[in-house]
């Protein structure tokens, strides 16, 4: 990887930093501070798979992203470039994006300490949402048969039916997310049941209950009829890691919104 990541640098025309690597899930990924030649900051990230396996929604998440939303008014990193090279049967995707230098709001998806958030920054991250949500595409984050067969398994309640589908990030957590509001890692991003980035939001937030409130005051969609698909897709996706034995730290508050949504779903 980081071979590559020294042919894709010069492919480029731009000089990678030291001292800023970082490695993505199970190593699949590695990216690193840069300039171009221009001196622009920059990151590149490197992300590789099987050469059989190098398409589809997660491969050309960030390039569609761009050609969707372009820098979303600065809330979203422009895509610079991207570079492709196969070897040996690996395929390998550089990225070049412009270089985000606040620091995430939090090293854990999942957040577990106070945050002091002006209303401006709440502001920035709904309109950017709603103008998320209005972009028209043909990718899926999330499918029906998925909701079908997961929320019942997980939520125990019959899959709730999606009054709309709007384009969303779907992986709005606290780690892509920073202060002024820039929102990162565009990789899943399509359609989904309308108030799913803020039903994502509010699941990581379950452990700080005041962040929780603000996010569902933020979202008035969460807690509505409309917004019940959306919140049992995201409960049943989050139990289901807890399940695979991620998240744990999530597990009681994750059951205790999924008797909420039993509760609801009997209501509606």
């Not at 640098?9 to 990678?16: E, G, M, P, Y």
């Not at 603000?214 to 919140?231: K, T």
Request: glycine residues 8%; proline residues 6%; charged residues 20%.
């Amino acid at each position: 990887m980081r071979a590559h990541h020294a042919r894709a640098a010069k492919a480029l025309d731009v000089r990678v930093e030291p001292g800023g690597e970082f490695w993505g899930w199970a190593g699949r990924t590695l990216g690193a501070p840069a300039r171009t030649a221009a001196g622009q900051p920059a990151w590149l990230r490197l992300v590789s798979a099987p050469e059989d396996k190098a398409s589809g929604k997660l491969w050309d998440g960030a390039l569609d992203a761009q050609h969707a939303f372009g820098d979303l008014d600065g809330h979203r990193p422009a895509l610079l470039a991207v570079h492709d090279a196969v070897d040996d049967g690996t395929a390998y995707r550089a990225e070049l994006s412009v270089r985000v230098d606040e620091p995430v709001l939090s090293g854990d998806p999942v957040l577990q300490h106070v945050l002091q958030l002006p209303d401006s920054w709440w502001a920035d991250l709904a309109g950017t949402l709603e103008k998320v949500a209005a972009v028209d595409t043909g990718r899926f984050a999330v499918r029906q048969q998925y909701m079908e067969r997961a929320i019942p398994e997980f939520v125990g309640i019959p899959a709730p039916a999606v009054s709309r589908w709007t384009a969303a990030h779907a992986d709005v957590h606290w780690a892509n997310l920073t202060a002024p509001l820039r929102l990162l890692d565009w990789e899943g991003w399509g359609q989904a049941p309308e108030g799913f980035d803020s039903a994502v939001l509010y699941a990581y937030s379950l452990l700080k209950p005041d962040t929780a409130a603000r996010v569902r005051a933020v979202f008035p969609v969460l807690g509505s009829p409309v917004g019940l698909a959306a919140e049992a897709t995201v409960c049943a996706q989050l139990l289901q890691t807890v399940n695979r034995g991620d998240n744990l730290i999530l597990a009681a508050p994750l059951r205790a919104w999924s008797e909420e949504l039993r509760r609801r779903s009997l209501s509606a």
